[in-house]
């Protein structure tokens, strides 16, 4: 049996980009079952008191990150650039990635949306890029937008960023094991799958 | 001629400890000079507005941090202890180091510093424990902790500080590379390191 792993993210996050993408190869080899779990952060921050990303309360932070996030793409040979604005809104595109998991085109969304958004700097809060996405997989978008607009979907998603609020979660990526134990960060994914992985041969034995 | 590296840590700060517990080694392998450069970053946190660590104003990331860093330790087989209180005052042992670093015992002196406090739970606010970690590295205390008191160290630790806020450094371990290139956080320690070589690579031709 595979070792489960939720991967817990939110569209507008920066470092949830080089995550989606080293996703499927890093798990395959891994043989790590990985599921997407898209989730909106902004009611998180709220909590902390923040009323945008901490990447623009703390300037330095922010500068830094950006330039970090550039280097990471450069080594991953993945495209960059600066979304404008920052952080967009990332409801639409986690309600299409809601109805998408339900079928077998979620986890291709996934990793397009954040390509579209993070390496072709087009926007994810445009139902025509969207759309366009979507098409892209050879899915008719118009069910699918209709869905994503659906009242089931949305309080999917709010269950689902009830459940991260409740797992702890305070940022993105993040990665929770099936024994319950969470590492935070693109550069804890090869960390979280080594432990999925030790506890499952614990679990066997 | 080896390339170069500053390493610029707080004492308090948590994931300065593995970072000054890997570093003679890393460097080593990598060829690289590494400068260690201790700061206050209770100066920059204030700026941001922070009256204590951000581990302590967010509860969740805060929980998090413990246990990320017990993780890690495991990993390195190195001791690890949360110490009490959180954070620590860092200016004797900043002090100290500096008074170190310009002798030969100053690296070893960080190392066993990060390691009292964060292996073995003793206070580096404390005279006497900073005393027994010097007279530990075979160095009679009496001197150092009268030099690390006297206003040519007291100058050299603000502007150190002064330097690290001019560098728009926000947190702790940060490393830099001679052309000014910014990493930070124990788990880019790799990064800047293969950066500090490219550049010396470049310079080279």
């Given at each position: 049996m595979s070792a489960a792993l939720d991967f817990w993210f939110d569209?507008?996050?920066?470092?949830s980009y080089p995550a989606a993408v080293r996703m499927a190869a890093l798990a395959a080899h891994a043989d790590v079952r990985v599921r997407f779990r898209p989730f909106l952060l902004g009611p998180i921050f709220k909590a902390q008191g923040?009323?945008?990303s901490p990447f623009n309360l703390y300037p330095e932070k922010g500068r830094y990150m950006w330039r970090d996030l550039e280097r990471l793409c450069a080594d991953l040979d993945v495209p960059f650039q600066r979304p404008d604005?920052?952080?967009?809104?990332s409801l639409l595109a986690a309600r299409v990635a809601l109805a998408g998991l339900d079928q077998s085109w979620g986890e291709a969304f996934c990793v397009a949306a954040f390509r579209a958004q993070f390496?072709?700097?087009?926007?994810?809060?445009d139902a025509a890029v969207i759309g366009d996405l979507i098409a892209r997989l050879r899915i008719d978008p118009q069910p699918v937008l209709a869905a994503a607009g659906s009242d089931a979907i949305k309080q999917r998603l709010r269950a689902q960023t009830d459940e991260a609020q409740r797992l702890g979660l305070?940022?993105?990526?993040s990665f929770v094991t099936a024994d319950g134990e969470l590492f935070w960060g693109n550069d804890r994914l090869e960390a979280a799958l080594r432990w999925a992985t030790r506890s499952r041969a614990g679990s066997s034995q």
């Open positions: 569209f507008a996050s920066t470092y923040w009323t945008t604005p920052f952080p967009q809104n390496g072709d700097g087009r926007r994810i809060d305070f940022g993105a990526p």
